[in-house]
């Protein structure tokens, strides 16, 4: 049974695709003799959610661009179901593609109405079929009611959906978003992002999402890929992304974290809270023990290591804390429930709150 969501149409309604492989076999890109994409491979399964995240300027856009048909790589393929949509030899465009794009600012069409937006899909379409669809998918996104109004009547989120609906109308076998939240408030970030997940799913199309924050693709990709200066340096489930970053700076653009300089020694690293396992480095390597807001926790007693709160933040359902602890010349910060944080002045212990603490080379 589909499930009304206010604001929205009922689940269960968005029209399916067949979904297809995508693939990026070494791309390259630059601009004005700067690597945007250097040498990226990724292999997407039919009817999968890969987040590509990183910084700006990483290469997450100019892949999906290329992906969709905007831009033309220096080398390398795309292959859409083992067929080449992009190579050497071979350039198909982008309404060819059978793809849909949805852009950071929505790009709609002001002198249209909603539904002549979202019609614009769908050339290929009779001009009573594509009107029936429109409609349809208007009606799954709960705008069905703002058909033959202009798009300046409506809110941010609105937008958003409108910009959805057109992307999805045509029903493509693979979606491409391009920090396609980013611009909404905050309030209803979360709640368009839910929504938005459900439809890919009902539609089982192929999805590739770009975003620069590690929370959202936590929430959306079925597998992350993160990006660097042009290169992907890491892909996984969130789970394997967050647990097991293979470098600092994976652990760094997944969460906020403490990090303390340290260096490796018979296979160990020494910090103020004990000795840790230093898997997969040398002796000697010049390392970081990453403690994660999240990770650490405090006691009125011990075991742990003893420090003084020297500030309290409120933010809402938590309280982040600044804590100078025995050992260190730098304040650790630590994130706790509000209700459970001790006050600026406090003595208290200082204690690693994790099974699996992060010790990570130096990155430079």
């Not at 958003?160 to 391009?178: C, E, G, T």
């Amino acid at each position: 049974m589909s499930i009304a969501s206010p604001g929205w149409g009922r689940r269960g309604t968005a029209a399916a695709t067949i979904a297809a492989r995508l693939t990026f076999d070494n791309l390259a890109r630059s601009f004005d003799g700067k690597g945007a994409l250097r040498g990226v491979s990724l292999d997407i399964e039919p009817a999968e959610t890969v987040c590509l995240l990183g910084p700006s300027g990483c290469g997450k856009t100019t892949l999906l661009r290329i992906a969709a048909g905007i831009e033309r790589p220096d080398s390398g393929r795309v292959l859409f179901n083992h067929q080449e949509v992009v190579g050497p030899d071979v350039f198909t465009p982008p309404e060819k593609r059978g793809v849909g794009l949805m852009f950071q600012d929505f790009a709609l069409f002001p002198h249209l109405t909603i539904l002549q937006n979202v019609m614009f899909g769908l050339k290929n379409f009779e001009a009573k079929d594509a009107t029936r669809v429109a409609l349809a998918t208007l009606d799954r996104v709960g705008l069905a009611q703002y058909a033959e109004d202009f798009p300046h009547i409506l809110s941010g989120g609105q937008q958003q959906r409108v910009a959805l609906a057109r992307a999805i109308a045509p029903r493509p076998s693979i979606i491409f978003m391009d920090e396609p939240f980013s611009g909404l408030d905050p309030r209803l970030r979360d709640r368009i992002r839910e929504e938005t997940l459900a439809i890919l799913r009902e539609m089982r199309a192929t999805s590739v999402i770009v975003t620069h924050q590690a929370e959202e693709a936590m929430r959306m990709g079925d597998r992350i890929a993160v990006m660097r200066e042009g290169k992907i340096v890491q892909v996984g489930t969130s789970e394997e992304i967050y647990n097991h970053p293979n470098s600092l700076f994976v652990a760094r653009i997944c969460a906020e974290m403490n990090e303390i300089p340290c260096l490796v020694k018979n296979g160990e690293v020494e910090t103020v809270f004990g000795r840790f396992p230093a898997t997969g480095l040398e002796d000697g390597t010049e390392a970081v023990f990453g403690a994660r807001f999240l990770g650490l926790s405090v006691s009125k007693e011990g075991p742990g290591v003893l420090g003084r709160v020297i500030d309290r933040k409120f933010l809402g359902g938590s309280a982040l804390l600044e804590i100078v602890v025995n050992g260190l010349d730098f304040p650790l910060q630590i994130r706790l429930r509000e209700n459970a944080a001790p006050n600026v002045g406090d003595e208290v212990y200082v204690f690693v709150d994790t099974d699996m603490p992060l010790v990570l080379a130096k990155d430079d």
